[in-house]
């Protein structure tokens, strides 16, 4: 079984910054992939960075790009979100999400998906 936790979330002024991070454990996990997503109330799930776990290539969303990093460290299974100069926009439930093809923009490409954290950007 694979599990995803997320942890890291809260609430912070716009202009601030936040960290979020995400538990990997399962027998059988090795994606190609980890994504963050995040949900905001009345809009869908949208992408907002990816790394694969090889190579360690990263994507961004154009909302996000220059103020936000994925990083990874394989050896203890856990993927983090930096994300700087946060907005209001900003604000919604965050979900890391493993893949095992290649980054995808897409929610449906991801198999495995983390509970999800709320991230709450006040101004």
């Known amino acids: 079984q694979v599990q995803l936790v997320e942890s890291g979330g809260g609430l912070v002024q716009a202009g601030g910054s936040l960290r979020l991070s995400c538990a990997a454990s399962g027998r059988t996990f090795s994606p190609y992939a980890m994504g963050w997503f995040r949900q905001a109330p009345g809009k869908e799930r949208e992408l907002v960075a990816a790394?694969?776990?090889?190579?360690?290539?990263?994507g961004y969303a154009d909302s996000v790009k220059g103020r936000s990093t994925v990083s990874k460290d394989n050896a203890r299974k856990m993927v983090y979100l930096q994300m700087n100069s946060l907005k209001f926009e900003d604000t919604g439930v965050y979900y890391c999400?493993?893949?095992?093809?290649?980054?995808?923009?897409?929610?449906?490409?991801?198999?495995?998906w983390g509970q999800g954290n709320q991230v709450t950007v006040s101004s």
């Open positions: 790394i694969t776990c090889s190579v360690g290539s990263t």
């Open positions: 999400a493993a893949s095992r093809r290649p980054p995808s923009m897409a929610p449906d490409r991801y198999d495995s």
